[in-house]
């Protein structure tokens, strides 16, 4: 079966302006997690999304936001870019309490 | 690809020697945990996993340990080869909450 799949693999956006990442599951799972990661932060968890309802949220500003539609696929909306925001933002998907499914991730660069 | 932590941890090891790499999780609570591999471009990738009611367990030439009583988590790798060399995260979870990752073991295998 399709695995998590996550579009765009790259942006390139410039401080202040917004982004969407769009994550869609594996089929079957309606838990939705996002990360991000960063060579000096490693994985930093920022929510999580089930049943569309964000069940747990990391250590993350309010500029970081999300959501999770009906079919399970996941949008996380990032406003006010900062130079800081640049890293690769990675959605994983699971079933209840098993082993979460990484997408490729999308690679965001702040300019 | 992109770069995962360029300043992790390294182990480097011969190319058909076993690997042990070890993690130090953070809460006492935790119930379920895995390891994952990520390779350069990659999402990361379920290697295995390991539940708080076991102290091992064995897949394709990996074994996982858990020893609660530190709080530790170990990888073993049996004649590591080539495709073997990438960045390995233990992650942790209390069951319902998210996964906590550690920051990563870079695996360097030598021909």
């Known amino acids: 079966k399709a695995g998590v799949t996550q579009t765009p693999r790259y942006l390139i956006k410039t401080r202040g302006q917004q982004v969407t990442l769009s994550c869609s599951p594996i089929?079957?799972?309606?838990?939705v997690s996002w990360y991000q990661q960063t060579p000096g932060q490693g994985l930093q968890f920022l929510f999580e999304?089930?049943?569309?309802?964000?069940?747990n949220k990391g250590n993350f500003p309010g500029r970081f936001s999300g959501r999770q539609f009906s079919n399970s696929r996941s949008e996380m909306n990032v406003s006010t870019l900062e130079l800081g925001d640049s890293a690769l933002y990675l959605c994983?998907?699971?079933?209840?309490?098993?082993?979460?499914?990484f997408g490729q991730g999308t690679r965001l660069t702040v300019v | 690809g992109e770069s995962v932590g360029l300043h992790l941890p390294t182990l480097s090891v011969q190319e058909g020697d076993n690997s042990i790499i070890n993690c130090a999780y953070s809460?006492?609570?935790?119930?379920?945990f895995i390891w994952y591999k990520q390779e350069s471009g990659k999402g990361p990738q379920f290697i295995i996993d390991?539940?708080?009611?076991?102290d091992k367990r064995q897949g394709q030439r990996v074994t996982v340990l858990l020893n609660k009583t530190v709080k530790h988590l170990s990888l073993q790798i049996a004649a590591t080869q080539p495709g073997d060399s990438a960045v390995y995260f233990c992650?942790?979870?209390?069951?319902?909450?998210?996964?906590?990752f550690g920051p990563g073991t870079r695996l360097s295998v030598l021909p």
């Open positions: 994983a998907s699971s079933l209840m309490n098993t082993e979460a499914f």
């Open positions: 089929s079957g799972h309606r838990s």
């Open positions: 999304y089930f049943s569309e309802t964000q069940r």
């Open positions: 809460n006492s609570a935790s119930d379920y």
């Open positions: 390991i539940r708080s009611n076991m």
């Open positions: 992650a942790e979870n209390n069951y319902g909450q998210n996964f906590v």
